[in-house]
RNA sequence: CGGGGCGUAGCGCAGCCUGGUAGCGCACCAGCUUUGGGAGCUGGCUGUCGGAGGUUCAAAUCCUCUCGCCCCGACCA
């Protein structure tokens, strides 16, 4: 391919607008332009590493038994109303209406599609297990789009589901899709790891997020060195730590705290650690008042608060709300005396000595509180994040808190779409019965933009051979004796026999344009067809990656590079 | 949704406070020279100063409204 026919608006410059090094490197290298918020064109060369990634997706997908589909963009607010999402959804689902004033929406997600198809179509066990995936233009409305492709809000997306007679199929289909997963962004040329992960209420019995992981990762996932459990800090569960018992027979007083409402306020003016002061955070349960007791160096968990409850909505009261139900101004809450609140506290909170809490009043905190002794009705359990040297759950050992990148989700699904979109099956001994499903996600955009966060250098993007736009950059430089362009030329079209993918910089530009154009777009392999090279019979290949140049002669390049790339591909 | 910031040439920005001919660098076009790591010289093109309204003899500049974009926050009391 001719660089010259190819739209590649390399940037010298960087835009204002980017923020992360995978997004400002997209733009530079001229992959993508932006259309509105969250809302990108893919220029060439951005969409050749879309449809490597996509085309890998398949392979492997395929492999596993799924079967391809397309379903639409816009669906009906019917099926989404049968499911209770169309409520449920909120602001993230893009609504629109017809001519006729009927109301749809764009899939941010295609269960309900996907299962009225399958409610339609699919009578008999003899039918199932079945796989059906989409790699389809996604849209949700995001509050705050950003990172360019790594949190759009149109954005490609794999989607799968599974559909299978029982539990035991389902979790067949489940791990199905988990080896796949590993086997995709393994050869994509990721450094990533499957986490446990919350089901949120999306519900089920089992989720994993496969995680790249990057410093500018979203995602906060705690790690064990010493035994294989990795979960997102959301799910992590967390092992009470065993404390020696606190000396803690000091009798509680209120003292001043005049103007001290932020944790950092008042353990600075009292002295103390912050671990040592209890935080009272109130919050609305489906409307109903619930106190929640967390160390001031921890963080709740809302949504093992959510589980615990049962509830449904769970948010920070207002400030009004607060005043009214502690009768203080915000910032000094305490469970000391709070009356018609439900008070959970999490585990950590009971063996806090010494506690400092909120008096309940203003410009006053409780100090020398025994939580055991002083807040007898708290009901205590796991409640908040999970933090760096917490024990981990399977071994003890100290975790570590690493950030990713959620590349890709799978989730077990049970009967939550077929029981309320009445999607069945008989039997085989004619009984009607509820298809088990499970679903599964990949951002096709996102992988491309990890990679690039975990694969750059200064000059630019290194991509691994399998997603790379292409395999071998050729870049000729320049030609008065005439010889330079049809040895580049002929050295092109031997490599595309062997099945490699080259780019041509065939612009009349100065090397040293070229040299740093082929840097910031990334190619793995860069071959200089020089002047001075062919007169020694020499032309040099470099890696992008280690900047290692090799020289060969004309007639051995092509097999050379070839062995360097055929066998990355083919992993 | 709250707070902050920014919209001036394709990109990066200055000019705005203190109203008076719209600028700089890169890119782009032409010519000559140059050619192994973002060339030099000469000449040229490019703007509804985000939009609307207002104040004024005069608005990129001041005022009002509006649209768009970016950042932070939207659990840590």
């Not at 409520?87 to 001519?99: A, C, I, V």
Request: net charge neutral; charged share 25%.
């Amino acid at each position: 391919m001719r660089q010259s026919r190819l739209l590649i608006p390399t940037l010298r410059d960087e835009p204002g607008e980017a923020e992360i090094v995978s997004h400002k490197l997209m733009l530079r290298a001229g992959l993508i332009r932006k259309v509105a918020a969250g809302v990108y064109t893919y220029l060439p060369l951005g969409l050749r590493v879309i449809r490597k990634v996509e085309r890998i997706i398949r392979e492997e997908l395929n492999k596993a038994g799924a079967q391809e589909v397309l379903m639409p963009i816009a669906s009906p607010a019917e099926l989404w109303q049968e499911t209770g999402r169309w409520d449920f959804y909120g602001k993230e689902l893009f609504r629109l209406k017809d001519r006729h004033e009927r109301d749809f929406c764009l899939g941010p997600t295609h269960e309900e599609v996907i299962t009225d198809l399958v409610r339609r179509e699919v009578r008999s066990y003899r039918q199932l297990p079945a796989n059906f995936y989409q790699i389809q233009t996604k849209f949700r409305d995001e509050i705050r789009p950003r990172f360019g492709l790594m949190r759009g809000r149109e954005f490609i997306m794999k989607d799968a589901y599974s559909f299978d007679a029982d539990e035991a199929g389902a979790a067949e289909s489940y791990r199905k899709m988990y080896e796949a997963y590993r086997a995709i962004f393994t050869r994509c040329g990721l450094n990533f790891r499957p986490v446990e992960a919350d089901a949120g209420l999306i519900g089920g019995s089992s989720s994993h997020e496969f995680m790249v992981l990057a410093e500018t990762g979203e995602e906060g996932i705690a790690v064990c060195d010493a035994c294989d459990y990795a979960a997102n800090v959301e799910r992590a569960e967390i092992q009470p730590i065993a404390q020696a018992a606190g000396d803690n027979i000091a009798e509680k007083r209120l003292v001043p705290t005049p103007g001290k409402k932020t944790v950092e306020d008042v353990t600075a003016f009292l002295n103390v650690p912050a671990s040592q002061l209890v935080k009272t955070l109130l919050y609305l349960a489906d409307g109903k008042p619930v106190a929640i007791l967390v160390r001031g160096d921890h963080v709740v968990n809302e949504i093992k608060v959510k589980k615990l409850l049962g509830a449904v909505d769970l948010a920070m009261a207002d400030p009004a709300a607060v005043e009214t139900l502690t009768g203080a101004p915000v910032g000094f809450a305490g469970p000391i005396g709070l009356s018609g609140v439900t008070l959970l506290a999490d585990l950590s909170v009971k063996d806090v000595t010494h506690a400092v809490v909120g008096g309940n009043a203003a410009d006053r905190h409780w100090v020398d509180v025994s939580p055991a002794r002083d807040v007898p009705l708290a009901r205590y359990a796991d409640l908040r994040n999970a933090m760096a040297g917490d024990p981990c759950p399977r071994c003890a050992t100290p975790l570590r808190i690493v950030r990713g990148i959620e590349v890709g989700h799978v989730f077990m699904l049970g009967t939550k779409y077929s029981e309320k979109m009445k999607a069945t099956y008989l039997d085989q001994q004619g009984q009607e019965k509820f298809i088990v499903m499970g679903c599964y996600g990949i951002g096709v955009g996102r992988t491309a933009a990890s990679s690039i966060e975990q694969n750059h250098d200064a000059k630019g993007i290194i991509w691994p051979a399998p997603i790379a736009p292409f395999h071998v950059h050729l870049l000729p430089l320049m030609d008065k004796s005439g010889k330079v362009m049809p040895a580049t030329l002929a050295l092109e079209a031997e490599l595309e026999k062997k099945g490699l993918d080259v780019l041509v910089d065939d612009r009349d530009e100065r090397p040293g344009v070229k040299f740093n154009d082929a840097d910031l777009i990334g190619i793995p392999y860069q071959i200089v067809i020089g002047e001075k090279g062919l007169t020694q019979s020499q032309i040099e290949l470099k890696e992008r990656r280690t900047g290692t140049v090799t020289k060969f002669a004309p007639a051995d390049i092509a097999l050379r590079v070839a062995e360097l790339v055929q066998p990355i591909l083919q992993a």
